[in-house]
């Protein structure tokens, strides 16, 4: 794997909760790189960092952006050092979903207390450090590559955005590069914490996306009944499947708020779907699901 082919990403359309949205499939770019992590980390694929021989970051044993950074790593042709604080000896045992892909694609974990710490010890002058979950300036670059073909497709007709944050990196960078309203909601802390991941990469309020939040608050990776039955839900009605961390929370977000949309909305999806097959193993162990 030399590099990585970005195809512009598809739109299709289906009728949900009783309206017609437009869904971007941004699940769909690449088998091996696809996803808001594949935009975000673009930036590194076009401008191959010449000086770097490693890539260092950290985070949770399953995260997303893991995965796609030992992608990265293995195009590039430089190591993987990724930190987390904790891998329980079941998944060393039976690796799955991104921690087993992740291992294959050659990177070397290491556990500590202070991950983000601990990873900053590691970097040296030819390291490529990254911020947990790609919260970084140069994920604009990737991010305004899909700005530009929603732009495109929308020419001048109106639509809402909606795509659910974790750091806010791609919901933040989106409404930068479209005139379209963005609508995001927060799926790791609250309201204040996902405006503040927006004033660290960007002063200018004015340019932040419009926070809507869920009916109630979920613990960020904690299953709850209710996400599994809209994740199954989305699956039945659209033949699609969403990623099950972050869709059913940005779902219901919409569910809850649908008289706020004003134009008919595009959906982002924002991949994902490699961390299904652990976070399904917990769903079937938990509610005793037959899956
Ligand atoms: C990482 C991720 C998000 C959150 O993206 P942010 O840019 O951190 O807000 C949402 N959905 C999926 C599927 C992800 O992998």
């Known amino acids: 794997m030399e590099t990585i082919d970005f195809a512009t990403s598809p739109m299709q359309n289906f009728v949900f909760l009783g309206k017609k949205f437009f869904i971007k499939r941004d699940d769909l770019i690449n088998k091996d790189f696809s996803g808001n992590k594949a935009r975000k980390f673009a930036y590194f694929l076009h401008h191959k960092p010449l000086h770097v021989k490693n890539i260092i970051s950290y985070g949770s044993n399953q995260s997303n952006a893991m995965y796609s950074l030992s992608v990265l790593a293995k195009t590039l042709h430089v190591k993987f050092l990724y930190v987390c604080n904790h891998i329980p000896s079941f998944l060393k045992q039976n690796p799955v979903g991104n921690y087993k892909e992740a291992l294959k694609n050659g990177m070397e974990i290491f556990t500590n207390d202070n991950p983000k710490q601990f990873a900053q010890n590691l970097t040296c002058k030819n390291s490529l450090f990254i911020k947990e979950g790609g919260a970084i300036k140069?994920?604009?670059?990737?991010?305004?590559?899909?700005?530009?073909?929603?732009?495109?497709?929308?020419?001048?007709?109106?639509?809402?955005?909606?795509?659910?944050?974790?750091?806010?990196?791609?919901?933040?960078?989106?409404?930068?590069?479209?005139?379209?309203?963005?609508?995001?909601?927060?799926?790791?802390?609250?309201?204040?914490?996902?405006?503040?991941?927006?004033?660290?990469?960007?002063?200018?309020?004015?340019?932040?996306?419009?926070?809507?939040?869920?009916?109630?608050?979920?613990?960020?990776?904690?299953?709850?009944?209710?996400?599994?039955?809209?994740?199954?839900?989305?699956?039945?009605?659209?033949?699609?499947?969403?990623?099950?961390?972050?869709?059913?929370?940005?779902?219901?977000?919409?569910?809850?708020?649908?008289?706020?949309?004003?134009?008919?909305?595009?959906?982002?999806?924002?991949?994902?779907?490699?961390?299904?097959?652990?976070?399904?193993?917990?769903?079937?162990?938990?509610?005793?699901?037959?899956?």
């Open 138 to 291: 140069e994920a604009e670059y990737g991010i305004k590559v899909l700005a530009d073909e929603i732009n495109e497709w929308a020419q001048d007709k109106k639509y809402d955005i909606f795509l659910p944050s974790g750091t806010g990196t791609t919901a933040l960078y989106l409404q930068k590069n479209t005139r379209l309203k963005v609508f995001t909601n927060p799926c790791v802390g609250n309201e204040e914490y996902l405006k503040k991941q927006f004033l660290e990469l960007e002063e200018n309020e004015k340019i932040h996306p419009t926070i809507l939040n869920p009916p109630k608050k979920y613990h960020f990776g904690k299953p709850k009944i209710e996400l599994f039955h809209m994740y199954e839900m989305l699956k039945k009605s659209t033949n699609i499947e969403f990623d099950l961390l972050y869709d059913p929370i940005g779902w219901i977000t919409i569910e809850h708020n649908l008289q706020v949309f004003k134009n008919p909305i595009i959906y982002i999806h924002q991949g994902g779907l490699l961390g299904n097959v652990s976070l399904l193993h917990r769903y079937a162990k938990k509610f005793k699901l037959n899956l």
